[in-house]
C-alpha cells in the first residue's frame, strides 16, 4: 500500500525533496544565498525607474583632468585648503574630504599647518580614517588599527570618520568601530549629523551616481572666478570632495554603475541617513522562514488545483516580485529571496516534468485510439469483401439489400481511411511540377501570369501598384522586381504605412531637421533619401492621409523630398513601388484617396490572387517551408487534405503560420510527420472520425455485459481499456447534456434497445459516475464552478478533450441542483 502511495504521488514526494536540498544547500554555502540575493535585488532596481539622490548633496571630484592640470598625484594640500576656505565663505553646510591625507606623505607636511588652520576657521571639515581589520563582536564592531589623518595628529578638534566598508557587493558600513576603546564614527554619519541605533548602515544605491549634482575641482574654481550665480546653490549644502580618476582610486560597482568611485559611494551614505532609506536586514530570518513556508503552501496548491496551474503559479510570481519590490524599494528590508527564487524555479521544472509524463500518457491513449481506427478499418474492409462476394452469389432481392449494405459500409471505410492516411507521408512535389520565383513557390497559371507580368515591368523604371488580398505575398512580388530591376544593386527599403501615424509618416519617409519638433535632436535620412538610386517599397498605401498624399505625388511628379522642418527641397532618384489591400478605385469614388496620386501608382497593376482561387499552389508551398524549415519534416495525405480543404482567409502568411506551428508540434512530439492533431481545430473539424461511436457500437453488441469494455478493447485491436471506459463516460456525458439532463431518456439512448436487463446494466454505470462526482461536490462545499473544476483535474485527465464541454455542463448542473 504504502509502494503505491509513494508511485502514485511521487512527482509531490519530489517536490518535498527538492524543497529540502535547496533550503540546506542555501544555509551550508551562504555565498550562493548572497548571489542569488543580489542579483534580484540588482533586477528590481534596474525594472523601477531610478529615484532621485538627495539635492542637499553636492561633490567636488578631483578628475584625471584636475590632475593633469594642476599636477601630479597626490596634489599640494594648499588646494584643500583653499577649497575648504571657498566653500566656507559660501555658507556650506559640512565639508567632507574623502580623500585620505596620509602622515607618510612628508613632502606635504609644509602645507599641514595651513590645512590645519583653514579646517580650524571653517569648523565644520570631516576628515576620512582608515581602519584596520574589522571584525564583530556581540554585536559591536571593532578594528585591530586606526589610521588618522595629518591635521588631526595636530588638532585633536578636528573631526573624523572611517571610510571603511565591509562586503564589496552589499556594501555594509559600521556606523561606528572601536579601537583601543576609542570610538570612531563613520565618515556619512558625521556628515550627515544624524543618530541612528543601527550598528551597520547597508548602502541603497537609488541610482547612478552621475545624477548626484557634481562639479570637478577645476570646474569650481573657474565659478568662483566668475562669481557665478551657481555658487548660490552651495548655501547648507553637504559638500563631499574626493578623487574620481580611476587610475587613482578603486572603483566599485553598483546596479546601476559598473564603475563607481569611493566618494559616490559615501555620497549615497549620506542620502541614505538623511532620508532614512539605508536597507537593513531585521526580517532577514524571519524571511526564510515565510518564504518556505509559501514554497509548502504553493506544492498543496498544485496538488489541489491541478487545472488550475498556471493562475496558481502566476499568482505566486506576482506575489514574490510585489512582496520584494516592496520590502526592497518602500520599507528599505533586505529578504534572503533565494529561498523563494530557487526553490519556486525547482517546482516549476518539477511540474513541467510531471506534466511531460503525464502529456505521454495522453499521447500512449492517442495511440491507442489511433489502433482502435487501423483495427477497424482492416475489419471493415474484409467485411466489404465478404459482402461483395454474397451480393454476386445472392438473387435480385438478396442483392438490392446487400448494396446497401455494402455502400454504407464504403462510407464507413472512407471516413476510417482518411485517419489511415494521417501517418502515409505525401508524396515531394516533383522538381518539374514546382516553380519558385524570388522565394515565391507555385505551380498555378495564376502566378505564371503574375511572375511573366513581373518579368516584364521590372526592367522598366515604371511605378508599380500591387493588390490583392492581406497575405498574398505583395512584398515578396516587390523585391523580385527590384531584384530583376537595373537597381538590383542598390537598396530595397520597405515602409509599412500603416503603421505609423501621419506624423511619423512624414518624418520616416522624407526625414527631418534637427530642431524641427520636441524631440528632433538631429537631422534624419527619411526612407527617400535612404533608398536614393535605389527602390522604396509602400505597402499599404490606401491607409496614407490626403495631406501626406499630396506631398508623395510630389515626389512622384518631381523627384523632390522635402524634410520636415527643412526650406529647401532635396532631389531623390527612386522607384516608387506600392502596394495595397484595399480597392482603391472605390477610394478614389468615395474621395478617400486621391485620384491624381491613384492614377500616377497605378502605371502598371499586378494583382496577386488568393489563395482559395489557385489550391494547386499549396501542396507547392507546404513542400517549399517544409524544406526551408531546416528538418527532416514531412506532411502526411490528410493534414495536406484537409490544408487544401480549407478556405485561407489569411492566404499564404496564414498558411506559413499553420505550417510553423505544425512543426513544432510534430517537433514537440519526435515525430517526422505533420499529422492532422498538429493543425487548428477549424481546419481538421470535418475530416476527425469518431472514435466514440465505434466504441459504443462494440458495447451495444456485447450488450454492455460485465466483460464489455475489455472485450471491446480486445476487439478493437488489444488497445487500453481506458481508451473504451473513457470514451463510454464521455459519450454518456454528452447525451446527458443533450438530452437536457433527462437521466431516464439518457439511459434508453445509450442502450438502444427495450430490453431490461441491457438498460438496467447501462443505468447502474451511468449512476456511479453521477454518484462519484455528487459525492466529490459535497466534500468541497463550495458553489464555485471555476473552484471545483480546479479540483476535478483527475477526473478530466483521460477523458478525451472532446468530451471536457460535456463533463463541464454535467458539474454545473449538479452544482444547481443541490444548491
Not at 571630484?61 to 597626490?74: A, L, M
Request: aromatic share 10%; with cysteine.
Amino acid at each position: 500500500m504504502l509502494k503505491s502511495f509513494l508511485q502514485k504521488n511521487k512527482f509531490l514526494w519530489l517536490k518535498f525533496i527538492s524543497l529540502i536540498l535547496i533550503s540546506t544547500l542555501l544555509f551550508a554555502f551562504s555565498s550562493i544565498n548572497k548571489t542569488f540575493n543580489h542579483s534580484t535585488e540588482t533586477i528590481i532596481k534596474k525594472i523601477l525607474p531610478e529615484k532621485s539622490p538627495d539635492s542637499s548633496i553636492i561633490l567636488i571630484k578631483i578628475s584625471s583632468n584636475d590632475i593633469e592640470t594642476i599636477g601630479p598625484w597626490p596634489i599640494k594640500r594648499s588646494y584643500y585648503a583653499l577649497l575648504i576656505k571657498k566653500l566656507k565663505s559660501l555658507g556650506v553646510k559640512k565639508i567632507g574630504l574623502e580623500v585620505f591625507l596620509s602622515a607618510r606623505i612628508t613632502s606635504q607636511s609644509v602645507y599641514d599647518k595651513l590645512l590645519e588652520a583653514e579646517i580650524s576657521n571653517a569648523g565644520n571639515v570631516v576628515l576620512s580614517s582608515v581602519a584596520g581589520e574589522i571584525y564583530l563582536k556581540n554585536g559591536v564592531y571593532f578594528t585591530d588599527s586606526l589610521s588618522l589623518p595629518t591635521p588631526r595628529l595636530i588638532n585633536e578638534q578636528i573631526q573624523t570618520g572611517h571610510i571603511n566598508f565591509i562586503d564589496s557587493r552589499d556594501f555594509v558600513i559600521p556606523t561606528e568601530l572601536i579601537s583601543f576603546n576609542q570610538i570612531e564614527k563613520a565618515f556619512s554619519v558625521q556628515l550627515s549629523e544624524t543618530k541612528t541605533k543601527d550598528k551597520k548602515l547597508l548602502v541603497n544605491f537609488v541610482s547612478s551616481w552621475e545624477k548626484i549634482k557634481s562639479y570637478s575641482m577645476l570646474e569650481f574654481f573657474n565659478l568662483l572666478n566668475q562669481n557665478d550665480e551657481i555658487l548660490k546653490s552651495f548655501k547648507d549644502k553637504i559638500v563631499i570632495i574626493g578623487i574620481t580618476d580611476n587610475q587613482i582610486a578603486p572603483q566599485l560597482s553598483s546596479s546601476f554603475d559598473s564603475e563607481l568611485p569611493g566618494v559616490a559611494l559615501h555620497a549615497f551614505a549620506v542620502d541614505n541617513l538623511l532620508n532614512k532609506r539605508y536597507y537593513r536586514n531585521d526580517l532577514s530570518e524571519i524571511s526564510v522562514v515565510v518564504f518556505i513556508l509559501s514554497i509548502l503552501i504553493l506544492i498543496y496548491l498544485t496538488e489541489k488545483f491541478n487545472g488550475s496551474l498556471i493562475k496558481v503559479y502566476a499568482l505566486f510570481s506576482i506575489g514574490f516580485i510585489v512582496s520584494i519590490i516592496l520590502f526592497q524599494e518602500v520599507f528599505y528590508q533586505k529578504l534572503q529571496t533565494a529561498f523563494f527564487l530557487l526553490n519556486f524555479l525547482s517546482i516549476v521544472l518539477i511540474q513541467l516534468i510531471q506534466f511531460y509524463y503525464q502529456s505521454r500518457a495522453e499521447l500512449n491513449i492517442t495511440a491507442s485510439e489511433k489502433e482502435v481506427l487501423k483495427s477497424l478499418l482492416q475489419k471493415k474492409e474484409e467485411e466489404l469483401s465478404v459482402l461483395k462476394s454474397k451480393s454476386e452469389l445472392s438473387d435480385k432481392q438478396t442483392s438490392d439489400l446487400l448494396k446497401n449494405e455494402i455502400i454504407k459500409l464504403q462510407q464507413e471505410i472512407n471516413k476510417l481511411q482518411e485517419n489511415k492516411e494521417d501517418s502515409t507521408s505525401a508524396e515531394e512535389i516533383k522538381v518539374d511540377e514546382a516553380k519558385l520565383f524570388f522565394g515565391i513557390a507555385y505551380k498555378s497559371n495564376q502566378m505564371d501570369e503574375v511572375v511573366n507580368l513581373i518579368k516584364k515591368a521590372a526592367p522598366t523604371d515604371s511605378t508599380i501598384l500591387i493588390t490583392g488580398e492581406s497575405g498574398t505575398g505583395k512584398e515578396l512580388v516587390a523585391n523580385a522586381i527590384h531584384k530583376l530591376s537595373s537597381r538590383a544593386d542598390e537598396k530595397f527599403v520597405v515602409v509599412n504605412c500603416a503603421a505609423l501615424t501621419e506624423t511619423l509618416l512624414e518624418s520616416e519617409l522624407f526625414g527631418h531637421v534637427k530642431g524641427a519638433f520636441t524631440g528632433a535632436v538631429s537631422d534624419k535620412q527619411g526612407k527617400f533619401e535612404v533608398a536614393d538610386n535605389g527602390t522604396i517599397f509602400l505597402d499599404e498605401i490606401g491607409e496614407t492621409s490626403e495631406n501626406f498624399q499630396v506631398k508623395l505625388l510630389r515626389v512622384l511628379q518631381t523627384g523632390d523630398i522635402e524634410k520636415v522642418g527643412a526650406a529647401i527641397p532635396k532631389k531623390v532618384n527612386v522607384r516608387v513601388i506600392a502596394a495595397t489591400n484595399k480597392n482603391l478605385f472605390e477610394l478614389v469614388q468615395q474621395k478617400k484617396f486621391r485620384e491624381d496620386l491613384f492614377y500616377r501608382i497605378n502605371v502598371i497593376n499586378i494583382f496577386i490572387p488568393p489563395i482559395r482561387e489557385r489550391k494547386e499552389d499549396i501542396a507547392v508551398i507546404v513542400d517549399y517551408l517544409l524544406k526551408n524549415s531546416g528538418t527532416d519534416i514531412k506532411i502526411s495525405v490528410a493534414a495536406l487534405k484537409a490544408l487544401n480543404e480549407n478556405e485561407w482567409k489569411g492566404n499564404v502568411r496564414e498558411l506559413e503560420s499553420v505550417i510553423k506551428r505544425a512543426i513544432i508540434f510534430a517537433s514537440s512530439e519526435k515525430r517526422n510527420i505533420i499529422q492532422l492533431q498538429d493543425l487548428p481545430e477549424n481546419i481538421t473539424r470535418a475530416v476527425k472520425t469518431n472514435i466514440e461511436d465505434l466504441i459504443i457500437e462494440s458495447l451495444r453488441q456485447k450488450k454492455f455485459s460485465h466483460s464489455a469494455i475489455s472485450e471491446t478493447a480486445k476487439e478493437l485491436g488489444n488497445i487500453n481499456r481506458t481508451v473504451v471506459a473513457e470514451n463510454f463516460r464521455g459519450y454518456s456525458f454528452k447525451l446527458f447534456v443533450e438530452n437536457n439532463f433527462d437521466e431516464a431518456v439518457t439511459i434508453q439512448q445509450i442502450a438502444s434497445i427495450d430490453d431490461m436487463e441491457i438498460v438496467k446494466r447501462v443505468k447502474q454505470k451511468f449512476n456511479i459516475w453521477i454518484d462519484n462526482l455528487n459525492d466529490d461536490l459535497k466534500q468541497l462545499n463550495t458553489n464555485d464552478f471555476e473552484k471545483v473544476k480546479a479540483s476535478f483535474s483527475s477526473k478530466y485527465k483521460n477523458l478525451p478533450q472532446r468530451f471536457h464541454i460535456y463533463l463541464d455542463e454535467v458539474i454545473k448542473y449538479l452544482l444547481n441542483r443541490n444548491s
